[in-house]
């Protein structure tokens, strides 16, 4: 597949490309990435290198991960990254943490989901999100998104070392459940 650009009121969603790898080096030394996320740790340049050079474009080639940089503008450095994996459709995300708290996940992670929903990736009808126990601030942003809370019997997640950690679930269809926000509420109390 063609690398996709997708806009919204605030970003512009589009290819990580190599001139980015000082930002995302910077980014994912972020303790936090240390225990919600897969990404390498400790995290190296070459890491960002090999993800930028290798990963993302054989990601977009084959379909196997479509991964976009958010940006407030085209040619700006990124302020987050977020991702499709092909199992599933499953969505992951990250922010450069002083861009936190502002929505802008919430405004990606709903653009990228509709896209997947609306026919970018054929015959999609399901997006799913998955984290940590405890990872309340991703948690919030797939609330924000329109993805429904559920309870696989299975509940687990991989983390980067294989091991298998409880897991919040989450699933998404192109028409939001209505059933969806307060489907949060056991896990993140009522929306403030
Ligand atoms: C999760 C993350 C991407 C959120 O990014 P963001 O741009 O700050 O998200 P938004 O501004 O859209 O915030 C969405 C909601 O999450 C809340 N939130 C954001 N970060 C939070 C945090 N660390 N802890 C608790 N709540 C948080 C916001 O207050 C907002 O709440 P609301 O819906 O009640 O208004 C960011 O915190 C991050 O990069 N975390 C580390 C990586 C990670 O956990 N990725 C997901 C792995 S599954």
């Known amino acids: 597949m063609q690398p996709v650009v997708i806009r919204t009121e605030r970003l512009v969603l589009d290819l990580p490309v190599p001139a980015d790898a000082d930002v995302v080096t910077r980014a994912c030394q972020d303790p936090l990435f240390e225990s919600v996320l897969t990404t390498?740790?400790?995290?190296?340049?070459?890491h960002a290198d090999a993800f930028l050079g290798e990963h993302v474009p054989k990601g977009w080639a084959t379909g196997g991960e479509l991964t976009w940089a958010i940006r407030a503008n085209a040619g700006d450095p990124l302020v987050g990254m977020i991702s499709v994996r092909e199992t599933q459709n499953e969505i992951g995300f990250w922010m450069v943490r002083e861009h936190r708290g502002a929505g802008v996940m919430s405004e990606a992670a709903t653009a990228v989901a509709e896209w997947v929903l609306a026919g970018g990736i054929a015959g999609a009808s399901t997006v799913f999100w998955r984290a940590v126990?405890?990872?309340?601030?991703s948690a919030k942003v797939a609330r924000a998104a329109g993805f429904r809370h559920i309870r696989p019997a299975d509940s687990l997640v991989p983390d980067r070392d294989g091991n298998l950690r409880p897991a919040w679930f989450g699933v998404r269809e192109a028409i939001v459940d209505p059933r969806a926000e307060s489907s949060w509420n056991e896990i993140l109390g009522p929306r403030a």
């Not at 126990?133 to 601030?137: A, L, Y």
């Open 133 to 137: 126990v405890g990872n309340t601030g």
């Open 40 to 46: 390498p740790w400790p995290y190296e340049r070459r």
